[in-house]
């Protein structure tokens, strides 16, 4: 089937990667992301309609969007085609993007970071609050950094 035509978690790019953010997600933390005994395609299809935030970027110099489930997609007002070429730097407004940067180097020296809260701004400039946000490096197959995803459940839009 063309990509094209595939909805993202259908691709075996995501596929993969989905994988990689639940086992770097249990290796760091220690608990699960998701909880499922299913094949693969349906862990990527779960983890893709999960109804809390998962998103992450690469490892460019200026790290690129890679992952967003559909609640990522809505809270960004991106659709995946946006994400993927977006730098993550922003998902944060240019006043923000300072302790962003810090909270990604801390999480990358520990491995992760829990319990992050702070401001956001989507695609249209809306802006909104997100909180009891994990951030952990997303590990490939061979236990190397490809990369930093994060999560959360509680956000509330903010007045412009």
Request: charged content about 20%.
């Amino acid at each position: 089937m063309d990509s094209a035509v595939q909805l993202p978690w259908q691709q075996d790019t995501i596929i993969c990667h989905s994988q990689r953010l639940l086992r770097s997600f249990q290796h760091w933390t220690g608990k699960t992301l998701l909880a499922v005994a299913e094949s693969p395609i349906e862990i990527a299809k779960q983890l893709f309609y999960a109804p809390f935030v998962v998103v992450s970027h690469g490892t460019e110099t200026d790290p690129i969007l890679n992952y967003g489930n559909q609640r990522a997609l809505e809270l960004w007002q991106m659709d995946w085609q946006q994400l993927i070429r977006t730098p993550s730097r922003y998902t944060a407004e240019p006043m923000e993007r300072e302790e962003r940067d810090r909270l990604l180097k801390q999480a990358k020296a520990q491995g992760y970071i829990s319990n992050y809260q702070g401001i956001r701004i989507s695609s249209t400039g809306q802006r909104f609050w997100i909180q009891d946000v994990v951030i952990w490096d997303v590990l490939d197959e061979q236990n190397y950094c490809c990369g930093q995803a994060a999560t959360f459940a509680s956000w509330q839009i903010l007045e412009n």
